[in-house]
Each structure stands twice: as structure tokens, then as C-alpha cells.
């Protein structure tokens, strides 16, 4: 069946970094797009980056340029570069795939 698992979150200092890794199996992780999503506490969950099977990227405003995403196929692994932390970043954090989500990572930045 498909899972998705991630990890790498934990507790920050703001302008801190972290690196989320996300491991799919139970179907062709090549063939599909990933996504990272957040969901902050009282907010709706929002995308923050998503990356093609051919390596397309594409991220939210508030964490362009601060934030990589990239994917290594040999390893069924996405992965989520977070850089420049800021306590707004603050949130638990999904991977999205083949209509799948993971059971998320917390995240948290601390002022």
C-alpha cells in the first residue's frame, strides 16, 4: 500500500535550518509529483512546495528563497531544505502524494 513517512522536524532557533526527509513506497515515486504541505495550529493547511516527476518546482511566496525542495528518485525520498527560519514557520509538516498524505513532522521556531 502507498505510505509516506516523514522526518526531520524538531525545535529551532529562529534563522535556524532543517532538513525534512519524506520516504514513499507502494507505488512508482518517479512517475509523481510531491508535495510539502503546513498546517499551523487554528489554520487551514496550505502548500508550501511541490516538485514534478521531471523535477518542475514551484513554492509559496513566504518561503521563496529561504526554502528547497528536491527529490531523489533512486531513493523513493523527497526532501524539504528549510533555511532562515522564522517562528511563522512554525507548523506540522506533510508530504502529499499519489493523493496519499504522510502522518506529518512538527516543526517548531522559536523567537
Known amino acids: 500500500q502507498v505510505q509516506l513517512v516523514e522526518s526531520g522536524g524538531g525545535l529551532v532557533q529562529a534563522g535556524g535550518s532543517l532538513r525534512l526527509s519524506c520516504v514513499a513506497s507502494?507505488?512508482?515515486?518517479?512517475?509523481?509529483?510531491i508535495g510539502w504541505y503546513r498546517q499551523a495550529p487554528g489554520k487551514q493547511r496550505e502548500l508550501v512546495a511541490g516538485?514534478?516527476?521531471?523535477?518542475?518546482?514551484n513554492y509559496a511566496d513566504s518561503v521563496k528563497g529561504r526554502f528547497t525542495i528536491s527529490r531523489d528518485n533512486a531513493k523513493n525520498t523527497a526532501y524539504l531544505q528549510m533555511n532562515s527560519l522564522k517562528p511563522e514557520d512554525t507548523a506540522v509538516y506533510y508530504c502529499?502524494?499519489?493523493?496519499?498524505w504522510g502522518q506529518g513532522t512538527q516543526v517548531t521556531v522559536s523567537s
Open positions: 516538485i514534478s516527476s521531471i523535477g518542475s518546482t
Open positions: 502529499r502524494g499519489v493523493d496519499r
Open positions: 507502494g507505488f512508482t515515486f518517479s512517475a509523481y509529483s
